[in-house]
């Protein structure tokens, strides 16, 4: 059988049309700046997840848990005080926390095992640590054009602040090309970042490392998509571009590029500084709630409460209390892995990779 002459020009044109669509996807991909205005979620959501802290949640669940608890057995369980005053029900809730209790407490003690056991190793492996961390510091060094500060949000700051000058740079060197397409472009491009790096240089003055405030500020600047820009200027204008104009902008290329490990970096240190606070919680805040609900399997099955406050049964509220505080591990686990999850999850992607749908 022989080949149709046209099938060649056909497949071409079809590639070229798919090409030329993916570069208007790509040129419309946002440029949205902060972590609020990337994602579509409640400012709400994004402050409980993230921004608040982690005892406040802990607290404000333990709080709903027990008024959830009260309601429910008052309102809508008929005869629950009564089924919580016998022997069996209060044996198997509080024997239940107790051997929940130890298992997550052995959980947390194996989680902090793989922490530490991150920052073990022979002396080579530690010396080709500290090698590469010296070389990454001497690279910023260099770029930067001052030692690289030891503080993490003045390090970051440093980094934010070069990129804000090589974009002015860039600006300054396209004013007086003769296309009006690019250098509109160019400003837009060059606002926005220099916009977005006074904004995130803000938060990070005076962040201390331990708490989120660092790594947070660092999330409100989206480098990935600037990398992307530079390319995308790059390769659409390159009889446009002079060779200098080129090389300023691989040099905010370089810089932008160098934004991402600094960051990921941080984000490792606050990751491991928050599971080493999140086990040292648990391990705190488990022994109050073996001694309550120890407490509530010797002790309280004797005891009858038959009076009540405001129609509520005291019955309900020693109960919902007592198993409120014996959750509080629990509890402390899910505010702090929230955090954890939610930030590992908006940092997927290193450089210029968009998973989410972003707005311009």
């Known amino acids: 059988m022989s080949a149709d002459p046209d099938a060649g020009p056909d497949i071409d044109a079809d590639a070229e049309t798919e090409t030329e669509i993916e570069s208007e996807y790509d040129s419309d991909i946002g440029t949205a700046?902060?972590?609020?205005?990337?994602?579509?979620?409640?400012?709400?959501?994004?402050?409980?997840?993230?921004?608040?802290?982690?005892?406040?949640?802990?607290a404000l669940l333990a709080i709903g848990f027990f008024v959830g608890f009260v309601v429910i057995g008052h309102l809508f369980v008929p005869n629950f005080a009564s089924t919580l005053r016998s022997d069996s029900m209060i044996s198997y809730?509080?024997?239940?926390?107790?051997?929940?209790?130890?298992?997550?407490?052995?959980?947390?003690?194996?989680?902090?095992?793989?922490v530490i056991s991150q920052e073990n190793?022979?002396?080579?492996?530690?010396?080709?640590?500290?090698?590469?961390?010296?070389?990454?510091?001497?690279?910023?060094?260099?770029?930067?054009?001052?030692?690289?500060?030891?503080?993490?949000?003045?390090?970051?700051?440093?980094?934010?602040?070069?990129?804000?000058?090589?974009?002015?740079?860039?600006r300054d060197a396209i004013t007086d090309n003769g296309n009006d397409e690019l250098r509109a472009e160019v400003d837009e491009f060059t606002e926005s970042l220099i916009e977005n790096a006074e904004e995130v240089r803000q938060e990070l003055n005076g962040a201390t490392f331990g708490s989120f405030e660092v790594l947070n500020a660092a999330l409100n600047y989206n480098y990935g998509i600037k990398i992307f820009q530079v390319e995308r200027i790059a390769n659409d204008y390159p009889e446009d571009l002079t060779d200098e104009d080129m090389a300023v902008l691989d040099d905010l290329k370089s810089t932008l590029s160098m934004f991402g490990p600094?960051?990921?970096?941080?984000?490792?240190?606050?990751?491991?500084?928050?599971?080493?606070?999140?086990?040292?919680?648990?391990?705190?805040?488990?022994?109050?709630?073996?001694?309550?609900?120890?407490?509530?399997?010797?002790?309280?099955?004797?005891?009858?409460?038959?009076?009540?406050?405001?129609g509520i049964s005291h019955t309900i509220v020693v109960v919902g209390a007592a198993l409120t505080i014996t959750l509080i591990p629990f509890l402390l686990l899910i505010s702090y892995i929230a955090r954890v999850a939610t930030s590992a999850k908006r940092t997927l992607a290193m450089g210029p990779l968009v998973l989410r749908e972003s707005q311009r």
Do not use: C
């Not at 003690?109 to 793989?114: A, E, F, L």
């Not at 010296?134 to 970051?156: H, K, N, V």
């Open 262 to 310: 600094a960051r990921e970096h941080i984000k490792t240190l606050y990751f491991q500084w928050a599971l080493m606070d999140l086990s040292q919680m648990i391990l705190y805040t488990s022994v109050p709630g073996l001694l309550v609900a120890g407490s509530m399997l010797g002790f309280y099955s004797g005891i009858s409460l038959t009076n009540s406050t405001f």
């Open 93 to 114: 809730m509080f024997s239940t926390m107790i051997s929940a209790i130890i298992t997550g407490t052995t959980l947390i003690v194996t989680i902090s095992q793989i």
């Open 33 to 58: 700046n902060t972590m609020q205005a990337r994602s579509s979620e409640s400012r709400i959501k994004l402050w409980a997840t993230m921004k608040a802290d982690r005892l406040l949640i802990t």
């Open 121 to 170: 190793g022979p002396l080579g492996d530690q010396r080709e640590r500290m090698s590469n961390t010296m070389d990454f510091r001497d690279y910023t060094e260099e770029m930067i054009g001052s030692p690289s500060p030891a503080d993490p949000s003045a390090f970051l700051r440093q980094i934010i602040s070069a990129t804000d000058r090589r974009a002015k740079t860039l």
